[in-house]
């Protein structure tokens, strides 16, 4: 490609990560003095994202768990904008830059919207927690992992406040199973939330604190969090080189090796995956390993036999219930309760993830 050099004829190999999620953020940090890397993302920090639930509660949270990405990425390139185009031997952002690569890590996730900057994110915690704190009345759309928890945080540390959550499916937590589901409807209901199932909001018709569902139920609520999936990341991807390795549902086609089928030279991680197994950031984790393992392989002239595989796991997670109890499914049983809360409740996880980087915990 015109204007491009290559590092085929020697020095350091040319990393670009897309993407600053915790997969790809333990990309870069793990390569940063194996290769010449580049970061790209269109925000400015890492966020332990499973810890936002409780940041919206507690805002200080948000101090530990929104880490700024020059922090433990100290010796490569940042690049804070979006990927727009990827080329055989470059990436082009939307900020203008072209920036040629010999290996590509794709570690985009789920779309979402949320300020560029570190200091940006940690004042819509606060704004949010006022919003929290403000309201006598809250409605939370979504009975997944983010509505269950948010509810479970906000009716731990507000038990005077009225929550409602609603969820077009027919349990809750329908990633996981339906034991897990009862169990988590059984701990809601105790703490007094109202949860409505089969039924979804109809946020246009909102007016003046009243919400209608589909079926015509009127909730009354001082305010309203949307807690629904997200799209995968991978729209921006559909024209170009890696068009043609997108399944039916938006997510890379990746091969054992966590490669790209049909690109020798780019791996892919985390959400955008088609690994058959919940998208979880462990498992997000657990890629990045293997990618950095075997981009270290490559990289050294090894037999690619030597490559290490990813072998997607049983199903297993853990939905936080508040500040010390959760639910978590396992392989062989499902539990509620303190002792699942000690696993993650406590700390969310965000001592050991700072370590993964490097870093001291605040």
């Known amino acids: ?38 970061l790209i993302d269109q925000k400015e920090y890492f966020e332990i994202t499973w810890a936002s639930m409780r940041a919206m509660v507690e805002p200080s949270v948000a101090e530990r768990s929104v880490i700024e990405h020059s ?26 830059n072209l920036l040629p690569y010999d290996y590509l890590v794709v570690a985009t996730g789920h779309r979402e919207s949320v300020p560029r900057s570190r200091r940006e994110r940690i004042a819509q915690y606060q704004e949010e927690f006022e ?6 009345s809250i409605l939370i759309i979504g009975g997944g992992p983010t509505g269950v928890e948010l509810a479970g945080e906000i009716a731990g540390d507000f038990p005077e406040k009225k929550i409602t959550l609603v969820h077009r499916g027919s349990r809750l937590l329908e990633f996981i199973g339906p034991k897990a589901s009862q169990k988590t409807l059984d701990w809601l209901t105790a703490k007094k ?33 949307l807690c629904i999936g997200r799209p995968v990341g991978s729209s921006w991807l559909k024209e170009t080189l890696l068009g043609g390795s997108l399944d039916d549902c938006g997510r890379l086609m990746v091969d054992e090796n966590m490669r790209v089928k049909g ?3 780019v791996f892919a991680i985390g959400d955008i995956t088609d690994v ?87």
């Not at 904008?81 to 900020?95: H, K, L, P």
């Not at 939330?193 to 569902?213: P, W």
């Open 131 to 136: 919003k929290i704190k403000s309201s006598n």
């Open 71 to 96: 922090d433990y990425f100290i010796n490569g390139q940042i690049v804070t904008s979006a990927a727009v185009d990827i080329t055989e031997r470059g990436v082009v952002t939307e900020n203008g």
């Open 193 to 225: 939330v109202e949860v409505i199932l089969g039924q979804s909001v109809d946020l246009d018709s909102a007016s003046d604190g009243l919400y209608r569902t589909f079926d015509g139920e009127t909730i009354r609520a001082d305010c309203y969090f």
């Open 276 to 362: 058959p197994e919940l998208k979880e950031g462990y498992l997000a984790v657990a890629h990045a390993e293997v990618t950095v393992k075997n981009l270290k392989v490559l990289m050294s002239g090894v037999k690619e036999s030597k490559l290490a595989a990813h072998k997607p796991g049983s199903t297993m997670a853990i939905v936080s219930l508040g500040r010390k109890e959760a639910v978590a499914q396992f392989p062989f049983m499902t539990i509620s309760g303190f002792l699942p809360g000690k696993i993650k409740s406590g700390d969310l996880f965000i001592r050991k993830t700072t370590k993964k980087l490097g870093l001291k915990s605040k």
């Open 1 to 38: 490609m015109a204007g491009m050099e290559s590092s085929e004829g020697g020095g350091r190999k040319k990393v670009v990560v897309v993407g600053g999620g915790v997969g790809g953020s333990f990309v870069a940090k793990s390569l940063q003095f194996t290769a010449d890397v580049v």
């Open 263 to 265: 690109h020798q030279n």
